[in-house]
């Protein structure tokens, strides 16, 4: 054989992005498998169609640039943004809605800064602000769980099967339009109540669960659970997540105000409501958009933490990752420029 | 139990360490042929001493050494000088370097047989040349003069002498074998240091995975007294710490066995440490006690390409292709022959490429067991390459800043601090190559700050020759106006004026010369802000009258290549015949420099005969 | 008046605009007195980006000239030894978009220095007064020698010497210059996103 000229090392770890990347893919199964069992086939249709226009948009963005489309594909980033995106979007989301978002997270989010590692902005959130702002009705509609459902009706319409599924994603078939079929999410409640105890609120709504929301408590530990087995696996280090959770639940905790009809909810409401578990492990540790550096992370977590609980508590919008996310984001340059670690050698 | 760090990051890459520790060491044997490169460590090339067809013997000095920063080199076997020329030789870059070849005479005769010496009795000088005259240069990494980094002076504040037994690089394990059979002579070089440095306490630093050689240390060690050496109460001690890549690197076991970081920028030294490869203690034992100059060294020769890996007792100078035909070496199965280790090795192009004072390991590996990196992805700035970082470099950052040329930011975080271990390179998930990355930026900062040097001495020394220019110019102009101003004064005074004012005259006169002859000076540096060429023709100064040549030439060229031939067709038909010209004048007045001007004249003949062909070929290209 | 103005909500927001525009006014005065930042003259740093080989290529007596031009507003693309390198500080300092090297002031090229064959110079003194920066030692009638670490390489001693005896040789290479090239990352044929573009490659959009 030819001898070849490489520079050192000549050693390297099997390690890849692309299975980094499929790893995160598949620490989402617990939290997703929650959510299908609580919502129905919903979550299933969004990640399915989700990932459909992903590859799509990123395969024809990659082409547009002249390069190599299947060495792009393979790096199954898009194929993360699509299920961190189908997670997040309401069950049965329509396929236009998903179609915009997805637009927005590979093609303007991604791809028009310059791919993969350039987006300053996690595209997942950049792809859910966008149709959060402009599809307010559609994107706060969401599934109620399924066990209230079958107290209201039992036509069986309610309950639609993974192929009648698809046909509502398409608006193939229409959205039952009975009543209970949508519900507000317990952190809807808990923002519009402003004459109840905590405790009062619990036992009117049935959405809320022993600690979270009713499903919504399972689908936070199952991504609780999925994060962890990446923080086993070193995917990423403990320190945004950590950071973030312990934020929320210090705020939460200092604002409880004994569960009073202005509380802002006890932390454990706030850490198994909403997106709080999917937010921790899966979208600030996007490692692309957040701080770099260890300390970066802690301070970069517990500003998304904060924000948060303060959007939840005092802001406009029940549940606010995305939007601490993003604003995070700008701030991580400003984050890295404070907490260059010291290097050896220096004092 | 003493207490050890840890230092930040490292990796702990497969070892492969087992396939070459089954066997002894063994000696390679006298190839026919040696290939003495003139320079193996740092600082200056040596200088041969010998010629072709001279015959040396085995230690005889073939090339000394040249200013402070450099080390001689010796015959590793007897034979002749049958070559001084550039070969490939050992380095990334696959250049050719000046090296001297012997073919051996398979007979191996001593030019100075090795006697012993007691070195107790040597003062500390005598030592340092010894180590100097033996041609003992650093045999762990880079190949610094050993004697350069013993000579502490005295008083020294030399606390601590270190070894480094670490070898913590996958495959290599030289000093695994020299410190397993070898650890007698290891404590007397450590002893002849220990004199050398007087050290309070000597660290003798060993990775874990080579525990079985402990014992072996410490009973060699038992063997000295390294407190009568060195007049202090010296402890000498065999430090065992976790396995882990790269606690070898200097700074890092300095971190790992004392807690301390060598400040960047400077040397252990002012630490009150020196540091040194145990490879380097052998030799240095071989030649005081022994008289035996830096002729061989322990290599490893290892990688699934070769069917019996082992370390080698290896001349100097052996080829690669001697040593790989030796230990079973199967060319169609290897694509990567790397010299040193698989972390911070160095591929080799040919396979003729000597062993040098600085070679621990050759390594043949199959693309199986090394596989070729696929191309990089996308840097999704994981930061697996901060965790693993020993320097607590931030490297995607450094990465970043690199791909963008950005060179202050790279040095804002501390790319200079960058030991090039290649930790980063082996975490990263996307394959990139940011060793490479880190080298480049960092010969590029060299480049430009030895640029900027540059530029900033050019100026110095143009705006010195302008001031000198300036000075003359206004000197010439004050004392023409000064021989006007005596003229006048002189008129005056023959008129029949008053003596007086005429004097009063001169006098304001001269004043008035100076003050304009100085304001040149002043005004030069600012006198206009766009000068155009053709001002500069109206000053006396060849460098103007050169540069306005050019922008002429400039304007009469165009971006069309044929017209540039043309010029030079021309330029070369002028001066051929400026030089005729020259040569007729020269042979009419009997000049001594006839023959000069005869040469210059072949020389423009010859010189117009290729621009002439060049600006045929172009035409002729252009046809085509 | 209070009253005045308080009927008048013209007058109001009038005034109140005055208010401010006093005192962001203030502000900024006192700021610009107090921050003030005391730079080098432009000259002087369009100077020092220079790489004062005074050569000439430019078509200005020396590097300083040039510099002054530039500062009047001369393009920024006629320094060959500088090179991209240099037109990249240029843009950066002057805030100008990069422009290509004009190849009518030559191409950027390796370094060079001149290089005296002694046996046949016959010590004319010519090249010692055309250097820019002394680096020509020698007298009348006695053999001339360039000081190589002194040499600019702007090869004006070249033309004057009447036997053509200078030559102009690069810089020596070997393997203490030699460096690792920054890799070439996935080529792409026709970028359109900035990040696309091979690094140091010029663009007719850029």
């Given amino acids: 054989m030819p001898l070849v000229q490489i520079t050192s090392p000549h050693a390297h770890t099997s390690q890849s992005t692309s299975s980094v990347m499929l790893l995160v893919a598949l620490a989402t199964l617990p939290g997703v498998a929650a959510l299908t069992i609580g919502f129905g086939w919903g979550t299933i249709t969004n990640i399915v169609l989700s990932i459909i226009f992903a590859l799509a948009l990123e395969a024809g963005a990659v082409s547009l640039r002249k390069q190599p489309i299947g060495f792009y594909l393979r790096d199954n980033s898009a194929l993360v943004t699509a299920i961190l995106l189908g997670i997040a979007l309401p069950p049965y989301a329509s396929w236009w809605i998903i179609l915009t978002g997805m637009f927005f997270a590979i093609i303007i989010a991604k791809h028009l800064y310059g791919g993969l590692g350039y987006n300053p902005f996690n595209p997942a959130m950049v792809g859910y602000v966008v149709l959060l702002i402009s599809f307010p009705i559609e994107m706060t509609r969401w599934a109620a769980p399924l066990e209230l459902v079958s107290e209201l009706d039992t036509s069986g319409v309610s309950k639609p099967t993974l192929i009648e599924s698809f046909g509502i994603a398409l608006r193939l078939i229409e959205l039952p339009a009975i009543d209970g079929f949508t519900m507000a999410t317990p952190l809807d409640l808990l923002r519009q109540n402003d004459a109840l105890m905590i405790s009062d609120l619990k036992q009117t709504y049935p959405q809320f669960g022993a600690q979270g929301g009713l499903v919504w408590e399972w689908a ?6 999925g994060g962890l087995f990446l923080l086993y696996r070193k995917i990423y280090t403990w320190h945004g997540p950590v950071s973030m959770l312990v934020t929320l639940s210090l705020l939460a905790a200092i604002f409880y105000d004994g569960g009073s009809s202005n509380s802002g909810g006890s932390p454990m409401l706030h850490l198994f409501s909403g997106a709080t578990m999917l937010g921790a492990w899966f979208i600030l540790t996007d490692p692309v958009s957040s701080a770099v550096s260890n300390k970066g992370r802690i301070i970069f977590g517990a500003g998304i933490g904060a924000l948060i609980f303060i959007i939840r508590q005092w802001g406009n919008y029940p549940d606010s990752v995305a939007f601490a996310v993003l604003l995070m984001n700008f701030a991580a340059p400003l984050i890295d420029h404070y907490t260059q670690p010291k290097t050896y050698g220096h004092s | 139990m003493r207490k050890i760090w840890d230092i930040h990051g490292g990796i702990h890459p497969p070892e492969n360490k087992a396939q070459s520790l089954d066997h002894s060491i063994e000696f390679a044997g006298i190839p026919a042929q040696l290939i003495l490169p003139v320079s193996q460590h740092i600082g200056a090339a040596a200088s041969p001493i010998v010629q072709i067809g001279d015959t040396v013997l085995k230690g005889q000095c073939i090339a000394e050494a040249v200013g402070p920063v450099s080390v001689p080199i010796h015959a590793p076997s007897s034979g002749t000088i049958t070559a001084i020329e550039d070969r490939p030789i050992a380095h990334p870059s696959g250049l050719d370097d000046l090296c001297i070849v012997i073919d051996t005479d398979g007979r191996d005769t001593w030019h100075q047989p090795p006697s012993s010496r007691d070195f107790t009795q040597l003062d500390k000088a005598t030592l340092v040349e010894l180590i100097h005259n033996h041609g003992i240069a650093g045999m762990g990494g880079a ?12 008083p020294n504040n030399i606390k601590t002498l270190i070894l480094n037994g670490t070898e913590c690089e996958p495959y290599i394990t030289s000093d695994h074998v020299l410190m397993r059979e070898y650890s007698r002579k290891l404590a007397q070089g450590i ?26 240390l410490q009973n060699a060690l038992k063997q000295h007294d390294f407190s009568a050496l060195t007049g202090k109460a010296t402890s000498a001690e065999v430090i065992t710490f976790p396995t882990k890549y790269p606690s070898g690197g200097e700074k890092q076991l300095i971190e790992i066995l004392t807690g301390k970081q060598v400040p960047t920028g400077s040397l252990p030294a002012s630490l009150g440490i020196v540091c040194q490869n145990l490879g380097t203690a052998v030799a240095i034992s071989d030649a005081v006690i022994d008289d035996r100059p830096l002729i061989s060294r322990i290599t490893t020769v290892t990688g699934q390409a070769v069917t019996k890996p082992r370390n080698f007792e290896v001349l100097l100078g052996t080829p690669v292709e001697y040593l790989l035909a030796r230990s079973g070496y199967n060319a169609s199965i290897n694509n990567r022959l790397v010299m040193g280790g698989p ?33 990089a992805q996308a840097c999704i700035r994981c930061g697996l390459c901060a965790e693993a970082c020993p320097a607590s470099l931030l490297p995607q950052q450094l990465f970043w800043f690199a791909q963008g040329k950005e060179l202050e930011k790279l040095e804002q975080h501390n790319i200079a601090d960058c030991i090039e271990c290649g930790a980063c390179s082996y975490v990263c998930p996307s394959n990139i190559p940011l060793v490479q990355y880190y080298r480049a930026s960092k010969a590029e900062i060299r480049q430009r700050d030895a640029d900027m040097q540059q530029a900033e001495h050019a100026k110095l020394r143009f705006d010195a020759r302008q001031e000198r220019l300036d000075r003359l110019e206004a000197e010439k102009i004050a004392a023409r106006q000064a021989r006007q101003a005596k003229a006048a004064a002189n008129k005056a005074a023959q008129a029949g004026q008053d003596p007086k004012a005429a004097t009063v005259a001169a006098a304001l006169a001269r004043v008035g010369a100076k003050k304009s002859a100085l304001e040149p000076t002043h005004k030069a540096p600012a006198s206009d802000p766009a000068p155009d060429a053709t001002l500069a023709t109206d000053v006396d100064d060849p460098v103007q009258r050169a540069i306005a040549r050019r922008a002429t030439q400039q304007q009469a060229d165009t ?11 021309e330029s070369a038909e002028a001066r051929l015949k400026k030089a005729r010209l020259r040569l007729t004048n020269a042979e009419a007045e009997q000049d001594n420099n006839v023959d000069a001007f005869k040469l210059a004249v072949d020389k423009c003949q010859s010189k117009l005969n290729q621009a002439r062909a060049a600006l045929d070929a172009h035409h002729a290209a252009k046809n085509l | 008046m209070f009253e005045l103005i308080l009927t008048n909500p013209f007058l109001a927001a009038v005034l109140a605009l005055l208010a401010l525009g006093l005192v962001f006014g203030a502000v900024l005065g006192f700021g610009a007195i107090t921050f003030k930042v005391e730079g080098d003259p432009i000259v002087d740093q369009i100077n020092a980006i220079l790489p004062q080989t005074q050569c000439g290529q430019c078509g200005y007596p020396g590097c300083k000239p040039y510099a002054e031009a530039i500062a009047s507003g001369d393009l920024i693309n006629k320094c060959p030894p500088g090179g991209e390198a240099g037109i990249h500080a240029l843009a950066d300092l002057l805030d100008v978009e990069v422009i290509a090297l004009d190849d009518e002031h030559g191409m950027e090229d390796i370094r060079k220095v001149a290089f005296i064959r002694e046996d046949e110079c016959i010590g004319c003194t010519k090249c010692i007064q055309a250097c820019p920066v002394d680096a020509i030692l020698g007298a009348a009638k006695l053999m001339h020698t360039v000081i190589v670490s002194e040499c600019t390489g702007c090869d004006l001693c070249v ?48």
């Fill in chain 2, 191 to 216: 002893a002849i240091l220990a004199k050398l440095v007087q050290p309070e306490e000597i660290l003798l630093g060993v990775e874990d995975n080579k525990i079985d050689v402990v014992a072996g």
């Fill in chain 3, 159 to 206: 033309e004057p010497c009447p036997v053509d005896c200078i030559d102009m040789l690069p810089v020596a290479t070997g393997k203490n210059a030699w460096s690792w090239d920054l890799p070439n990352p996935t080529v792409n044929p026709s970028p359109i996103i900035a990040s696309d573009r091979e690094p140091g490659r010029k663009d007719a959009a850029a």
């Fill in chain 2, 143 to 154: 190949g610094f003069p050993t004697s350069i980094k013993l000579n502490v002076g005295e």
């Fill in chain 2, 343 to 375: 972390m911070m090795g160095f591929t080799l192009l040919d396979i003729t490429m000597p062993v040098v004072k600085t070679t621990n390991c050759i390594l043949a590996p199959t693309e199986a067991e090394l596989p070729t990196p696929p191309p």
């Fill in chain 1, 220 to 225: 936070n530990l199952g991504f609780l659970i």
């Fill in chain 2, 559 to 569: 971006a069309n290549p044929a017209a540039a031939l043309q010029r030079a067709v």
